[in-house]
T-cell receptor, first 113, second 114 residues
C-alpha cells in the first residue's frame, strides 16, 4: 500500500518565478492538506482540498493556490516566489472515516535564490 | 483557534535513560492531540494520537503520552530511549471533528547519546 507521495523531492527557483508541487494521497484517502515548514519551525497549514474544492485555508497570501483532481491528487502552486518561500512543503492525506488523522508525505524542499 | 507550546527546544539524554517531551495546548473547543516524529530530511511520521477515551495512549516505538485536560497538556514519554530515537518531535492539535487542520508546536529536538 503506497503512502503519500510528493514530487519533486527538491527544487531550486529564483525570485519572481512560479512553482508547482505535486502530491498523490495514500490509497483510499480523498482529502489533501498542504503545509509549509520553514527551517527550524513546525509545519504551518496552507490549505486543504476535498471533492476538488478548497475547504479550509490558513494565513497564506493569494500567491499560494492549489488544485485537486478527480483522482484526489493535488497540486500546490506558488506565484511570484520570494526568498521567504524557501521551505519544506509537506502534503498530508486523510479520509472522512479517519479524518482526524493525517498522513504525511516526504515533502518537497524548495529553495528560492 | 488553537495553539501548541513545546517548552523545550532541545532535550539531550543518554541511551537507555527515560525521557519526557512536554507539550501544552490552548483551545476554546475540544481538541484531538497528536505527536509526530521527523527524522532528518524526511516527512512526518505519526507516533500516537488522542481522540477520546483513555487518557493514556500508547504509540509506536515504545512511546506513550498522557492527556491531562485540567493542565491542558499532552506530554510524550519513553522509559528507555535508543540512539535511533534521535529526531525532531512535534506536538500538534486539531479541533475535534473530521479533517480539521493541524496546528503544530515548534518542535523538540531529542538528542540521544551513548
Amino acid at each position: 500500500d503506497a503512502g503519500v507521495t510528493q514530487s519533486p523531492t527538491h527544487l531550486i527557483k529564483t525570485r519572481g518565478q512560479q512553482v508547482t508541487l505535486r502530491c498523490s494521497p495514500k490509497s483510499g484517502h480523498d482529502t489533501v492538506s498542504w503545509y509549509q515548514q520553514a527551517l527550524g519551525q513546525g509545519p504551518q497549514f496552507i490549505f486543504q482540498y476535498y471533492e476538488e474544492e478548497e475547504r479550509q485555508r490558513g494565513n497564506f497570501p493569494d500567491r499560494f493556490s492549489g488544485h485537486q483532481f478527480p483522482n484526489y491528487s493535488s497540486e500546490l502552486n506558488v506565484n511570484a516566489l520570494l526568498l521567504g518561500d524557501s521551505a519544506l512543503y509537506l502534503c498530508a492525506s486523510s479520509t472522512p472515516q479517519g479524518g482526524e488523522t493525517q498522513y504525511f508525505g516526504p515533502g518537497t524542499r524548495l529553495l528560492v535564490l | 483557534a488553537q495553539s501548541v507550546t513545546q517548552l523545550d527546544s532541545q532535550v539531550p539524554v543518554f541511551e537507555e535513560a527515560p525521557v519526557e517531551l512536554r507539550c501544552n495546548y490552548s483551545s476554546s473547543v475540544s481538541v484531538y492531540l497528536f505527536w509526530y516524529v521527523q527524522y532528518p530530511n524526511q516527512g512526518l511520521q505519526l507516533l500516537l494520537k488522542y481522540l477520546s477515551g483513555s487518557t493514556l495512549v500508547k504509540g509506536i516505538n515504545g512511546f506513550e503520552a498522557e492527556f491531562n485536560k485540567s493542565q491542558t497538556s499532552f506530554h510524550l514519554r519513553k522509559p528507555s530511549v535508543h540512539i535511533s530515537d534521535t529526531a525532531e518531535y512535534f506536538c500538534a492539535c486539531s479541533g475535534a471533528g473530521t479533517a480539521s487542520k493541524l496546528t503544530f508546536g515548534t518542535g523538540t529536538r531529542l538528542q540521544v547519546t551513548l
